[in-house]
């Protein structure tokens, strides 16, 4: 069976075409494309036309592909960005025409639950304890799968993210110190609402990160080019290079960001909040599992994944 899955996110639209083998999906093409389809939409309340028509461009390549590889089945949802805005209809039925489905708008409990089955295709099934943290552009996902006995895993879905927090306080280039600290205690709510049993005794925790965002910390970190994300599955980095990664990242002028080959320059006007969230990410997991300092796995897969899991029958 023949799969495709795509995750049309607040920043970044994902597309996913897979085969089923006995046990697993071998990738067959996986793109990630920076749409914005999330611009203004925390202010507004709406979809901007560009950020739509940008999306319908992407989405039209898209389904050339799906078509181009005899897709089997395909499913595609929207996440945090389509569910804040109003009058998407004229959007889904474009974007149906593009692809040959209708995009579901999901919650974000859903969006959580996916994030990680896909996460931690390849990584380790059954950790425990673990949480995977989903940096996207509208919200941030927190799943934890704290003990074996209990099979529901714990998501919350915290309308922080890199997108959302940029539009909302940054004004000026690069991001003054009350900007950033204004990013920080946005965070620092957001994580208040997050309540979790607690902790096994002594347990050492699985932390997972996934989605662009964290790859894009993690290439900075280890001194990689972006066309090097891929790879880095699997892959770790501590907090002290989450750190100096978003410390030095917010020290730049927009301009210089884009001209690092480790970011995508159409994320470099949102990869300093982004960065501040792992930071709190890992801060916040550190006082959670009373550990001094944490270590980040890194996952270039999510949503997408987990969708194309479920449709091969495999999740």
């Given at each position: 069976m023949r799969v495709a899955a795509i995750d049309i996110g607040t920043n970044s639209v994902l597309l996913l075409i897979a085969e089923q083998s006995a046990t697993e999906l071998v990738p067959l093409v996986d793109r990630a494309t920076i749409t914005r389809l999330g611009q203004g939409v925390d202010r507004t309340g709406a979809l901007s036309p560009d950020a739509v028509e940008r999306t319908l461009s992407c989405l039209a390549r898209y389904g050339e592909e799906i078509r181009r590889h005899t897709v089997d089945r395909v499913d595609a949802v929207g996440t945090s960005a389509m569910r804040d805005a109003v009058g998407t209809d004229t959007f889904l039925a474009q974007a149906r025409h593009l692809i040959g489905t209708t995009p579901r708008v999901i919650s974000g409990e859903e969006e959580a639950a996916l994030s990680f089955q896909g996460a931690?295709?390849?990584?380790?099934?059954?950790?425990?304890?673990?949480?995977?943290?989903?940096?996207?552009?509208?919200?941030?996902?927190?799943?934890?799968?704290?003990?074996?006995?209990?099979?529901?895993?714990?998501?919350?879905?915290?309308?922080?993210?890199?997108?959302?927090?940029?539009?909302?306080?940054?004004?000026?280039?690069?991001?003054?110190?009350?900007?950033?600290?204004?990013?920080?205690?946005?965070?620092?709510?957001?994580?208040?609402?997050?309540?979790?049993?607690?902790?096994?005794?002594?347990?050492?925790?699985?932390?997972?990160?996934?989605?662009?965002?964290?790859?894009?910390?993690?290439?900075?970190?280890?001194?990689?080019d972006a066309h090097d994300a891929p790879s880095l599955h699997g892959a770790k980095i501590g907090r002290k290079e989450v750190e100096e990664v978003a410390a030095r990242v917010a020290s730049l002028p927009l301009a210089r960001r884009r001209q690092l080959q480790a970011i995508d320059p159409a994320r470099a006007d949102v990869i300093v909040a982004g960065s501040m969230i792992v930071e709190e990410l890992l801060r916040w997991s550190e006082e959670f599992f009373g550990q001094s300092s944490s270590e980040l796995t890194i996952s270039g897969r999510g949503v997408r994944w987990g969708l194309a899991l479920q449709l091969a029958g495999l999740a």
């Open positions: 931690m295709a390849g990584i380790s099934a059954n950790a425990c304890p673990c949480i995977v943290f989903d940096v996207g552009g509208g919200s941030t996902e927190i799943i934890a799968n704290l003990a074996h006995e209990r099979p529901d895993l714990e998501a919350f879905s915290l309308n922080i993210g890199s997108v959302r927090l940029t539009e909302r306080h940054v004004r000026t280039d690069p991001p003054a110190h009350a900007e950033l600290e204004a990013i920080r205690a946005d965070i620092r709510a957001a994580l208040t609402s997050v309540h979790l049993p607690s902790p096994p005794r002594d347990s050492q925790p699985l932390l997972v990160g996934v989605a662009g965002t964290v790859t894009t910390i993690a290439t900075l970190a280890l001194n990689l």
